[in-house]
């Protein structure tokens, strides 16, 4: 039984990870304004014809605030699995997990501003 959640094969696991993906973008407000951010991000960055070191930095760090999101959506849900009232413990470790995205979003803007301000000035 311990096999119950196992994945069969490389394909069934693509299917399980592409339906997390979805799950998210459905239900987490927050991944929506990140995905308009990041689409903004790349297409500024071709207009801007950044190179190809400041496209790579780019494009990790929408990934990793992509990332601390998945992260963050995972923790919710395990701590609402655990407890349906009200707990402070709780509260704390989604706080937590929120002030990870927080932390990962504010360095995505550092970088941007590194990056795009001195191409626009």
């Given at each position: 039984?311990?096999?119950?959640?196992?994945?069969?094969?490389f394909?069934?696991?693509l299917?399980?990870?592409?339906?997390?993906?979805?799950?998210?973008?459905?239900?987490e407000?927050?991944i929506?304004?990140?995905?308009?951010?990041?689409?903004?991000?790349?297409?500024?960055?071709?207009?801007?014809?950044?190179?190809?070191?400041?496209?790579?930095?780019?494009?990790?760090?929408?990934?990793?605030?992509?990332?601390?999101e998945?992260?963050?959506?995972?923790?919710?849900?395990?701590?609402?699995?655990?407890?349906?009232?009200?707990?402070?413990?709780?509260?704390?470790?989604?706080?937590?997990?929120?002030?990870?995205?927080?932390?990962?979003?504010?360095?995505?803007?550092?970088?941007?501003?590194?990056?795009?301000?001195?191409?626009?000035?």
């Amino acid at each position: 039984m311990k096999d119950k959640w196992k994945n069969k094969n490389f394909f069934e696991a693509l299917k399980n990870a592409l339906n997390g993906v979805k799950y998210t973008i459905k239900n987490e407000n927050n991944i929506k304004v990140e995905l308009i951010f990041a689409i903004f991000a790349i297409i500024t960055s071709i207009v801007l014809k950044i190179n190809i070191i400041e496209m790579v930095i780019i494009i990790l760090i929408v990934f990793l605030v992509f990332f601390a999101e998945f992260i963050n959506t995972t923790i919710e849900n395990i701590v609402d699995l655990c407890t349906e009232e009200y707990n402070e413990k709780a509260k704390i470790a989604k706080d937590i997990a929120a002030g990870g995205v927080l932390i990962v979003s504010i360095l995505s803007v550092i970088i941007g501003v590194l990056i795009f301000l001195p191409k626009i000035l």
